[in-house]
């Protein structure tokens, strides 16, 4: 069965360039193209909703995160996959709290696309940051997600750094300094088996300690 695809972006060189890939692969049909969050409505009651929807964060009339918020509303078993070149950690944050389940670099090679949205079709997420890991089996089991224990304040770290709070505010929202910030960042990465706070935040979400 063939995994449909939609794509929301206002650079219509990238999104064409981008359902051609996607459309030479087995197993992939793009279901719906839209310029911003607005044409998208407009279309998407038209037709069938796809199974994974690419969203650009920067678009015109309705960007990507109220794009995000009205899908999660409206579709709720949809999987979104945030599509961008902007690396700041708030604005990636920002996307993954509205309802993206993955955030991905337009840069990104093709065969590792094809590879994230096989696996958030699959497993309804994507954390390359989690996969690089040597010990990637483990995520999928219940047993090594149930042995991971965060102490009352890494778990209140992981929820503070689930928003746009710098790690010196995380610091003074505490009460600690940044050098005990800095201690729990470190224990978190290591039980989480991350490298880096978008990763953490993609582990936290999908382990439920985030509620989106």
Same mark, same amino acid.
């Given at each position: ?9 206002? %650079? ?5 360039? !981008? ?10 049909? +793009? ?36 794009? @995000? ?13 945030? !599509? ?23 840069? +990104? ?9 096989? %696996? ?17 089996? @483990? ?10 224990? !965060? ?20 610091? %003074?929202?505490?009460? %600690? ?23 953490? @935040? !993609?582990?936290? +979400?999908?382990?439920?300690?985030? +509620?989106?």
């Amino acid at each position: 069965m063939a995994i449909r695809i939609g794509l929301v972006d206002d %650079h219509q060189l990238f999104s064409k360039s !981008l359902s051609l890939l996607l459309k030479s692969i087995d197993g992939y049909v +793009i279901e719906v193209e839209a310029c911003n969050g607005k044409d998208l409505q407009q279309k998407l009651s038209a037709r069938p909703a796809p199974d994974i929807m690419l969203i650009d964060v920067n678009m015109p009339l309705m960007d990507g995160r109220e794009t @995000a918020r009205w899908l999660r509303a409206s579709y709720p078993f949809m999987k979104m996959v945030a !599509l961008s070149m902007d690396d700041k950690e708030s604005t990636i944050i920002s996307m993954l709290k509205a309802g993206c389940c993955s955030y991905l670099y337009k840069d +990104i090679h093709p065969e590792e696309l094809e590879s994230a949205l096989h %696996h958030v079709y699959q497993y309804g997420y994507y954390n390359l940051d989690a996969l690089h890991n040597k010990n990637r089996k @483990a995520m999928n089991d219940n047993e090594a997600q149930a042995s991971v224990h !965060l102490s009352d304040k890494e778990s209140e770290f992981v929820l503070l750094a689930c928003s746009d709070l710098t790690y010196k505010e995380i610091a %003074h929202r505490m009460n %600690h300094s940044e050098r005990t910030i800095d201690g729990y960042r470190e224990s978190v990465f290591k039980k989480y088996q991350v490298q880096s706070r978008v990763g953490m @935040a !993609l582990e936290a +979400i999908r382990r439920g300690l985030v +509620i989106l």
